[in-house]
């Protein structure tokens, strides 16, 4: 099956845990629906029948928006892998939404770093923006997804300290925060919010070649693996 | 589920007013010229607020997917005046050329900023090292020391401490909706908080408008869908006089297929120079060669394959390498290490030494925009323009290289001149109309009870179907855009009808669509009034009716509001520098 390669490709250890049913063409979706606004606590909503063979996550909520829930927040800007604003977890693993095949069977929640705006949307925090007093997003932080949803499996960045020069472009180019600068040297300091390879801009840009993708979970792990 | 609670129209303004600030200077678009015009303007002493409908340095910004290209004349033989002439033969003479001159003379120093904000470049003995690209006659592209074909990524990193290092106010998540004025002066901008769905009033003595381009609208499309032209439709509004709607560029080199990469450039581009790749139809010729001799351009020859039924069944054409030995190609797979590209072709399941990639013309750049002068200055008085939003720079068409550094130095120019605007414009600030009337219609697709019997969202994509049949690369006939402008205008004038299902005010997808819709029927509108204007083919507007250019049309089509009307003038293009057919 064509999508059964793709995922496969990608995550091939998500495969390997199950995740993925044999798709028939049409997936099983489950969304996280929330509006701090509203009151009333998180839940799911499940979508049957949505075309996802060869499509992306962000296609697939496309999808959802167009045809069955207009309601439904997420976003999207570039479409295209540039951006980096459509990060979510789709089956406990922290994904670019438009890069990532859609699955048969989905449970689609918002990147438990960033407090929920509504539904899958969440602020970034990104505004610089003095005397404004919503410049540091109001959400609900406590309502994310929590950090223990993060899956153990899939892979993630990390970097080789000997090939490293701490020219931090790996910091200003991860939207999720995966990098920091700290006493003159850049670090991973929160590995379990990477992307991984749907979204690999830290890979592209490392010039020093220094970062690699590698399993995640296990966060002793020493640089290179394999 | 969110809760539907009922909008409450009878409002207090207080209560759907979340934000009023004052800026000197007030940026719309942080992209490569929103930023660069706001850096600008504060290093002239302005304070400065930039807001952009994305998250920042997140946004949509095409700017941020940009290649390689960056053409600044810095050494001699190659002068400004040279690059000049480059760009108006590529242009073919429809450019404004004392902007054009203006912004080539620019370009060096942008360069030098660029560099000074942090831009790796390769030097050698203290040179910048310069590369010739096609349709340039001179090595014009400084080299960057950084590896790949992408340089949105390096030109994004740079903005954010500029930012701060200013002291800049930058907004993200803010979706304006209109240009405000008082006494035929641009006095700010009504925008939505998308985060919070309420409305912030922005007071400024000068505004630059830096939205992009419209690209976006059409349903396939190479750059982000978010660009969808609202800078233009704000500007029309306002009464900015737009030039040159009939004029894009479409990027042959564009995935159709799969839907997940759909529009992606990056991949095909780098195989196909990389790999020299050959580009067949479905009949196995290799059509680009064959056709050359016709004088049409490689978008419009692929298109033309696509609907006479040669196509891939996608909708495409084909990219193939198998020309090449395998252990080439594996070499090759091998140096590329493991990219985000590489890992696409995985994805895809496409091992490109047996099979080929599905690729058509995609729209990528639009040329049209509000009409400025070499100051950047629109025709209503302290609104600026930079930018994919203005027009006239690049006339016609563009050569590769071009757009990106037009715009920064435009952008540059735009802060400068409208920080020396707001200096002269005193201490105090012009007090913007009520925006009560505004809000109430911005707010009405929430609640558009009995009158509310159109979809927004279903509009959007009628109108975007007119948009790809019509309005693309091929389809422009006198028959066939009198049609399309009938149907823009049928689903515009049903503007009052729109209305959304869902009410939640916290970043409401259907409810920010359909403020988009409104800015891109009017653009809509403008493309096809433009291209049904001219009555010639040029660029890539291709007129199956007309199909030769024709010296009669050495015009720009300018479209202004004329109360509820779109007045549409032919102005003479001037050529003060170099007359059309000089060497």
Redesign the interface.
Same mark, same amino acid.
């Given at each position: 099956m064509?999508e059964r390669?793709?995922a496969e490709? @990608?995550e091939a250890s998500v495969l390997e845990s199950g995740i993925v049913s044999s798709g028939e063409g049409l997936a099983h979706v489950k969304v996280r $629906?929330y509006?701090?606004?509203?009151?009333?606590q998180p /839940?799911y909503?499940e979508f049957d029948g949505i075309p996802f063979a060869? $499509? /992306?996550v962000l296609?697939v909520l496309h999808s959802i928006?167009?045809e069955r829930d207009? /309601? &439904?927040?997420? $976003?999207? =800007?570039?479409?295209?892998?540039?951006?980096?604003?459509c990060m979510l977890v789709v089956n406990g693993l922290p994904v670019l939404a438009?890069?990532y095949?859609?699955l048969a069977d989905m449970t689609i929640e918002p990147h438990p770093k960033f407090p929920v705006? $509504?539904?899958l #949307?969440v602020? &970034?925090g &990104?505004? #610089?923006?003095?005397?404004?007093k919503?410049a540091v997003? =109001?959400g609900d932080a406590a309502a994310g997804s929590s950090a223990e949803a993060v899956s153990a499996v899939g892979s993630r960045a990390d970097i080789d300290p000997k090939a490293c020069v701490h020219c931090q472009?790996c910091v200003? #180019?991860c939207?999720v925060g995966v990098y920091s600068f700290v006493s003159k040297r850049v670090k991973v300091i929160d590995p379990d919010s990477c992307l991984g390879? /749907?979204?690999?801009?830290c #890979?592209?840009?490392c010039?020093k @070649?220094a970062i690699?993708?590698v399993p995640r979970g296990n966060h002793d792990l020493q640089y290179p693996i394999g | 589920m969110d809760e539907e609670k009922p909008v409450n129209l009878s409002f207090d303004q207080s209560d759907q007013i979340s934000t009023r600030l004052e800026c000197d200077v007030l940026v719309v678009g942080a992209g490569m010229a929103g930023l660069t015009a706001a850096v600008e303007a504060a290093e002239h002493g302005a304070s400065v607020t930039v807001i952009s409908k994305g998250p920042v340095t997140r946004d949509g910004a095409a700017s941020w997917m940009a290649g390689s290209g960056f053409s600044a004349a810095l050494y001699p033989p190659d002068s400004p005046e040279a690059h000049a002439r480059d760009t108006l033969r590529v242009g073919q003479y429809l450019n404004n050329q004392d902007l054009l001159l203006t912004l080539t003379n620019e370009l060096p120093r942008c360069v030098g900023l660029l560099d000074r904000w942090g831009m790796r470049y390769m030097k050698s003995n203290g040179r910048y090292v310069q590369v010739r690209f096609p349709g340039s006659r001179h090595s014009r592209v400084p080299r960057s020391a950084r590896t790949g074909i992408m340089l949105g990524p390096e030109y994004r990193r740079l903005f954010p401490k500029q930012l701060r290092r200013l002291g800049i106010r930058a907004l993200g998540n803010m979706q304006a909706l209109q240009i405000l004025k008082r006494d035929g002066a641009a006095a700010g901008v009504l925008a939505l908080d998308i985060l919070d769905g309420l409305f912030v009033v922005i007071k400024a003595k000068a505004v630059v408008l830096a939205t992009g381009g419209f690209m976006g609208m059409y349903p396939f499309t190479a750059t982000s869908p978010t660009l969808v032209g609202e800078g233009q439709g704000m500007a029309y509004e306002a009464g900015v006089q737009i030039q040159d709607m009939e004029f894009a560029d479409f990027y042959s080199n564009s995935l159709v297929w799969p839907p997940i990469y759909a529009g992606n450039i990056d991949l095909p581009t780098m195989l196909r120079i990389d790999l020299n790749g050959k580009v067949f139809n479905s009949r196995g010729e290799e059509f680009l060669v064959a056709r050359k001799g016709l004088g049409l351009a490689q978008p419009v020859l692929c298109q033309q394959e696509i609907q006479a039924s040669r196509s891939s069944p996608h909708g495409g054409v084909y990219l193939s390498f198998k020309h090449l030995p395998d252990n080439l190609l594996d070499a090759y797979l091998n140096s590329v290490g493991d990219t985000r590209l590489m890992h696409a072709l995985e994805v895809m399941g496409v091992d490109i030494r047996r099979q080929a990639l599905e690729i058509a013309p995609a729209p990528l750049e639009s040329m049209g925009g509000c009409r400025i002068d070499s100051k950047a200055q629109t025709s209503v008085p302290g609104l600026f323009a930079a930018g994919e939003v203005a027009g006239g720079a690049e006339g016609a068409f563009t050569i590769a290289g071009n757009p990106i550094a037009l715009y920064m130095a435009m952008a540059a120019i735009a802060g400068r001149e409208a920080s020396r605007h707001a200096g002269e414009a005193g201490a105090s600030f012009a007090e913007p109309p009520d925006v009560g009337p505004l809000v109430r219609e911005a707010l009405r697709p929430l609640d558009n009870g009995s009158e509310g019997d159109i979809l927004a969202l279903e509009a959007r994509q009628q109108l975007q179907v007119v948009l790809r049949e019509h309005l693309h690369l091929l389809g422009r006939t006198q028959d066939g855009l009198e049609k399309a402008l009938d149907k823009i205008r049928a689903i515009g004038s049903d503007a009052s009808r729109w209305r959304v299902r869902t009410t939640a005010r916290r970043h409401n997808n259907e409810w920010l669509g359909c403020l988009e819709l409104r800015h891109m029927v009017t653009a809509a509108e403008m493309v096809a009034r433009a291209a049904l204007a001219r009555q010639e083919s040029r660029g890539l507007h291709f007129r199956e009716d007309y199909p030769e250019p024709s010296a009669d049309w050495l015009c720009n089509i300018v479209i202004q509001r004329d109360g509820d009307e779109m007045r549409v003038t032919r102005v003479p293009v001037a050529f003060p520098f170099m007359r059309p057919g000089e060497k």
């Open positions: 064509e390669r793709s490709a @990608m $629906r509006d701090p606004t509203a009151g009333g /839940s909503d060869d $499509r /992306s296609d928006y167009q207009p /309601s &439904l927040a997420y $976003r999207h =800007v570039c479409t295209k892998g540039f951006c980096g604003s438009c890069q095949p859609a705006i $509504r539904d #949307v602020g &970034l &990104l505004d #610089v923006a003095e005397g404004r919503d997003i =109001v472009d200003a #180019v939207p390879p /749907s979204c690999n801009m #890979v592209d840009t010039w @070649m690699k993708m | -």
